[in-house]
């Protein structure tokens, strides 16, 4: 039987135990929960507010070709990509008499068919307008009606960026945008808003206005239907006093940074200031601090205890092997 000196002495040491772990948390633990500061100073820079959103690369003017008379297209003369002028001839097409003449010469043998060739002249398919063929949809040999298309042009390729309503009031002719490609992300491209559209359209429940926006110049791979990322400068500013998004808090219903005080400058107080823009990373301050400002940003960097020569006492220990 357990003597009742054993079980007290038992209980005194696992008491001593527990307090020497839960003093070892807590040291760590104050020592950890001490909340450090950086000290920065405002930046100048530059700095704006935009509109983002997505859109499709889309022909300005979307041209389709149709030919005056049906028939049998004998001949095509340009290739979809290719670059035409105005009155350029596109396409060389029979009428449905004139193929079907030709047809029955070329029974009666090569001279007979060369006259009638002749005699009778094809039809030409020209282009109404200087641009780019972006859809071709004959072949030679295939026969089509006065209302099929044959060709599709346009003047330039142009973003239709698809513009909540919420913030189609901020958007204005004549703003910057930066266009983007889902196809090709590392190609950024300048533009400008030229047109809003009047007219909304129902999209998920949302009012959207489509935007058209020009851009600055169009790469090769820039094809219609490509989806777009547009981003829609709003507002910017050059030289403005900037400081991380981070360091300004809301108090009170009021923007503060935290600044030292005292002239040890051991204590801290939140001073106002008023802010401007604002992007993902930094904000303007219009009023409130100076270029030599000093302010308190929170160290949220991570940083492990120091071990300081103690170990874990709940980690386990590996034997030590001997000599």
């Known amino acids: 039987m357990v ?15 527990v307090i020497g772990v839960a003093g070892f948390f807590f040291v760590r633990g104050k020592g950890a929960s001490e909340k450090k500061f950086d000290e920065i100073r405002p930046t100048r820079g530059t700095i704006s507010s935009s509109v983002s959103t997505t ?12 030919s005056s008379v049906g028939g049998r297209i004998e001949e095509i003369l340009v290739e979809e990509g290719q670059i035409v002028k105005k009155g350029e001839v596109l396409a060389m097409l ?13 029974l009666q043998g090569k001279s007979e068919q060369d006259y009638w060739q002749k005699v009778y002249k094809e039809t030409a ?35 239709k960026a698809y513009v909540d309503e ?3 009031g901020r958007v204005k002719a004549g703003q910057k945008a930066v266009i983007g490609l889902d196809a090709y992300p590392e190609i950024q491209v300048n533009g400008v808003v030229g047109h809003i559209y009047y007219e909304s359209h ?5 009012n959207i206005y489509n935007v058209d926006v020009l851009p600055e110049r169009i790469p090769d791979v820039f094809r219609s ?4 990322n547009i981003r829609i400068i709003v507002q910017e500013k050059n030289n403005a006093l900037l400081l991380p998004i981070r360091a300004v808090q809301s108090k009170n219903g009021k923007s503060v940074v935290l600044q030292k005080s005292g002239e040890s400058g051991s204590a801290q107080r939140y001073s106002p200031v ?18 030599n400002s000093v302010v308190l940003l929170p160290d949220t960097s991570f940083v492990l205890p120091k071990n300081n020569g103690g170990s874990n006492p709940f980690t386990p220990q590996r034997s030590k092997k001997k000599p």
């Open 3 to 17: 003597s009742r000196n054993k079980l007290v002495g038992g209980g005194v040491l696992v008491a001593l135990v």
């Open 55 to 66: 859109g499709a690369v889309e022909p300005q003017n979307r041209v389709k070709i149709q």
């Open 94 to 106: 029979s009428s449905t008499e004139r193929a079907a003449l030709l047809d029955a010469a070329k």
């Open 125 to 159: 398919v020209m282009a109404p307008m200087e641009g780019q063929v972006i859809v071709r949809s004959v072949d030679p040999g295939q026969t089509v009606t006065a209302s099929d298309s044959l060709f599709v042009l346009s003047d330039r390729l142009i973003v």
């Open 166 to 168: 919420t913030d189609i």
């Open 202 to 206: 129902l999209q998920n429940n949302v």
């Open 225 to 228: 239907g490509m989806s777009a």
């Open 274 to 291: 008023q802010i401007g823009l604002q992007d993902d990373r930094n904000i303007e301050i219009l009023e409130g601090l100076s270029d």
